[in-house]
């Protein structure tokens, strides 16, 4: 089946630093990818869609200059989190949909962020 | 906006109970309704999805939901739970159209017992 791959799966970096998360489609291409965010018990809450070749869109409160997408193909789409604090320490997700409204998403395994 | 409201956050049933896990949503046009769930250490996986059709959807595992239509719900329910259900359960509603954006609820964490 349709795979979502994510890395790195954790990461740990100072204040300050800046932290590339991947989010890879293994076997499908997918136009939309999805970025998500989870507090600790709390909902998975939308960061922005990433568009293949044009500019991704973020949901509002979700500053664009701090956490950059690139979709640059069908496969592969980046957060990164820039001059990283330690509030951004959380579990961001990707998910990506196959071609076609009604497919359902797939999900990356996420990969949990710590600033110290 | 669109929204989802799971009631219940923290669900402990023992093996062989019933579970129904409640979700209504708020959203002003047609949906794509789905509940995922979350294994400890694992991705996201779709348990089951509402397009159109038969508002009672049967899923992987045993589970299935009801669209009610008329009171925003899509309730999941398994008639006996085992172990291996042990999980975090979300729900989510979309719109049908082809960039809609997938909301989901704040999850329950189900706790089932021997």
């Known amino acids: 089946g349709a795979v979502v791959s994510q890395h790195p799966s954790w990461v740990i970096c100072k204040s300050g630093t800046s932290v590339k998360i991947e989010c890879r489609s293994l076997?499908?291409?997918?136009?939309?990818m999805f970025w998500y965010r989870q507090f600790p018990k709390q909902s998975l809450m939308l960061m922005a869609t990433?568009?293949?070749?044009?500019?991704?869109?973020?949901e509002q409160g979700v500053e664009k200059d701090k956490f950059l997408i690139n979709h640059a193909s069908l496969t592969l789409s980046t957060l990164t989190v820039t001059s990283a604090h330690p509030e951004d320490s959380s579990f961001y997700i990707c998910?990506?949909?196959?071609?076609?409204?009604?497919?359902?998403?797939?999900f990356g395994n996420g990969t949990r962020l710590t600033v110290t | 906006a669109q929204s989802v409201s799971q009631h219940n956050h923290h669900v402990i049933l023992s093996e062989a109970a019933s579970l129904e896990l409640g979700c209504n949503y708020s959203?002003?046009?047609?949906?794509?309704l789905f509940w995922y769930v979350q294994y400890p250490g694992q991705h996201l996986q779709l348990l089951l999805k509402y397009f159109s059709g038969d508002p009672l959807v049967k899923g992987i595992k045993g589970f299935e939901a009801e669209f009610i239509k008329s009171k925003f719900s899509f309730n999941l329910r398994k008639p006996s739970v085992q172990w291996s259900d042990t999980a975090e359960y979300f729900c989510?509603?979309?719109?049908?159209?082809?960039?809609?954006?997938?909301?989901f609820g704040t999850g329950t964490r189900l706790q089932v017992t021997l």
């Open positions: 076997d499908f291409q997918a136009t939309t």
């Open positions: 959203y002003g046009g047609t949906v794509n």
């Open positions: 989510a509603v979309r719109g049908t159209g082809t960039a809609s954006k997938l909301t």
């Open positions: 990433s568009n293949e070749g044009s500019k991704a869109t973020y």
């Open positions: 998910s990506a949909r196959d071609q076609g409204a009604d497919s359902p998403l797939h």
